[in-house]
Nanobody, 121 residues
Framework: QLQLVESGGGLVQPGGSLRLSCAASGFTLDSYAIHWFRQAPGKEREGVSCISRGGGTTNYADSVKGRFTIDRDNAKNTVYLQMNSLKPEDTAVYYC??????????????WGQGTQVTVSS
């Protein structure tokens, strides 16, 4: 089955860290740019970060810049999102998605099922 699977979410206190993983099953990730999105209850989905196929280009939403880091290990067919200095407003379901490029409007070929991140004391 061709799919993306996120993991690594959980409950963390403000100021804490989590590392999310996005693993591909049934296909290789190195043909795709990988995007992380998040969606909080009652809010629209927000783009968080993207990494290019080779990992040489990354971008971040202003809300997470300087706190989150995206990277990839194509040998492990996995993309990671390291989240530091977490804030309550980071609470959301986090999704990864794959398409050929970070930029543009092409459709996403694959989506994950999401992983819950809750930042609360």
């Amino acid at each position: 089955q061709l799919q993306l699977v996120e993991s690594g979410g959980g409950l963390v206190q403000p100021g804490g860290s989590l590392r999310l993983s996005c693993a591909a099953s049934g296909f290789t990730l190195d043909s795709y740019a990988i995007h992380w999105f998040r969606q909080a209850p009652g809010k629209e989905r927000e783009g968080v970060s993207c990494i290019s196929r080779g990992g040489g280009t990354t971008n971040y939403a202003d809300s997470v810049k300087g706190r989150f880091t995206i990277d990839r290990d194509n040998a492990k067919n996995t993309v990671y999102l390291q989240m530091n200095s977490l804030k309550p407003e980071d609470t959301a379901v986090y999704y990864c998605a794959a398409r050929p490029l970070c930029r543009g409007t092409s459709k996403y070929d694959y989506w994950g099922q999401g992983t819950q991140v809750t930042v609360s004391s």
